[in-house]
T-cell receptor
């Protein structure tokens, strides 16, 4: 089955530690996205990538970093600079970067900072 | 200008009733309005979408009503079922990469 796989599903981190969330897709989609979801705030865009080796900041990129070395993979690193990292993180992809914004989402990763 | 305002925050409906969720936007450049459905612990999934050249789109029990002049759109769920209990997000985008999401509505359909 084609889709997006996010791992781990749950992650606990101590303050001051960096963590990396994995996102892998086998949909052959060009564009990939990272969103953060907090209760009552909808989904906010962290980073997006329209093509391999290229990515742009979204609305809340501070304290996060990404890489796009392969078309299938778009890992997100939550750094110690992120002030309030506890959240549900969603990875998404889109077939055509210039096409309609029809996003396919992964099942998410829940990060809790202890 | 970039916001999409969604209401209500939560909604309780009896089985068989009609669920209505409303969204409003300001940016007249928006030309694509999807609704996403999210079950607990899962990622959102596209439910139904509309473009502003039509005033209504229906797919099964789900209908989007769109009012371009008022810059509002809404999701109607007819004959609501307990399996429809989920969080619903409206969204909007223009020709850019970006999808702007509403804050979400948690729907509970009681048996």
């Amino acid at each position: 089955d084609g889709g997006i796989t996010q791992s781990p599903k749950y992650l606990f981190r101590k303050e001051g530690q960096n963590v990396t969330l994995s996102c892998e897709q086998n949909l052959n989609h060009d564009a990939m996205y990272w969103y953060r979801q907090d209760p009552g705030q909808g989904l906010r865009l962290i980073y997006y990538s329209q093509i391999v080796n290229d990515f742009q900041k979204g609305d809340i990129a501070e304290g996060y970093s990404v890489s796009r070395e392969k078309k299938e993979s778009f890992p997100l690193t939550v750094t110690s600079a992120q002030k309030n990292p506890t959240a549900f993180y969603l990875c998404a992809s889109k077939a055509d970067p210039s096409g309609a914004n029809v996003l396919t989402f992964g099942a998410g990763s829940r990060l809790t900072v202890l | 200008q970039q916001q999409v305002k969604q209401s209500p925050q939560s909604l309780i409906v009896q089985k068989g009733g009609i669920s209505i969720i409303n969204c409003a936007y300001e940016n007249t450049a928006f030309d694509y309005f999807p609704w996403y459905q999210q079950f607990p612990g899962k990622g959102p999934a596209l439910l139904i979408a509309i473009r502003p050249d039509v005033s209504e789109k229906k797919e099964g029990r789900f209908t989007i009503s769109f009012n371009k002049s008022a810059k509002q759109f809404s999701l109607h769920i007819m004959d609501s079922q307990p399996g429809d209990s989920a969080t619903y997000f409206c969204a909007a985008s223009d020709s850019s990469y970006k999808l702007i999401f509403g804050s979400g509505t948690r729907l509970l359909v009681r048996p």
